[in-house]
């Protein structure tokens, strides 16, 4: 396969992961019964600080931005620029999807549904990473860190390295708990994530989309 048709083919997984992974986080704001820890991480800033979800989650990705440029010990700034791209989307079209959802009555689904529903949208967060880690066109800051850990430090373990790229979202939840005495976004689902999550990104690179490979770039 020449390079523009191989570049062709992993742009055509970015945009699915994309829209993958952002309907995925929102399914599990809206079902509330617990998102992914870095989504949770962002849901509890929100009511904190009485910001938009969308323009938390862009800033907070900003913020891991230059945390993933201290890793790799240089400011790449295409990569860096590539994290914005794929913020802007992204952030955006969760704080959307999730209110459209609300609006749609989600909320006043069984709890049995609602807990489907949110475990699904966990499965989908980590089929969407396995699929944009593949690409590597660009990523969203939170998988990058994932990414750079997984590849730099954790010979590629994938369960390993989404533990503890957690580090610092699991640090934002308890600080907003200590701060404001409430919690939000975290439960089943949250735990689901922390368990699961890097295990179903690498069972997805084995499994899913299996002609996409791996573009290491750490």
């Not at 994938?158 to 200590?178: D, K």
Request: hydrophobic content about 55%.
């Amino acid at each position: 396969m020449n390079k523009k048709s191989d570049f062709n083919k992993r742009l055509f997984f970015l945009a699915i992961s994309i829209v993958l992974n952002s309907f995925s986080n929102a399914l599990t704001v809206a079902s509330h019964c617990g998102s992914a820890l870095w989504t949770a991480s962002s849901v509890n800033l929100s009511e904190w600080f009485h910001f938009p979800l969308g323009s938390v989650l862009f800033v907070e990705g900003i913020a891991v931005v230059i945390a993933n440029a201290l890793l790799l010990k240089h400011f790449d700034w295409h990569r860096m620029l590539g994290n914005l791209v794929f913020m802007v989307p992204f952030s955006y079209l969760v704080g959307a999807i999730s209110s459209g959802l609300d609006n749609h009555g989600l909320l006043n689904w069984p709890l049995g549904a609602r807990i489907i529903a949110d475990a699904l949208g966990i499965v989908g967060i980590g089929v969407a990473v396995s699929i944009y880690q593949r690409a590597n066109i660009v990523l969203h800051p939170n998988d990058d860190l994932t990414y750079i850990v997984r590849f730099k430090f954790m010979n590629g373990k994938a369960a390993v390295a989404q533990w503890v790229s957690y580090i610092p979202a699991i640090s934002i939840i308890l600080l907003t708990f200590i701060v404001t005495h409430h919690i939000y976004a975290v439960g089943l689902g949250t735990i689901l994530a922390f368990v699961l999550q890097g295990a179903v990104t690498g069972w997805s690179d084995r499994h899913v989309f299996t002609t996409l490979k791996h573009h290491l770039n750490v």
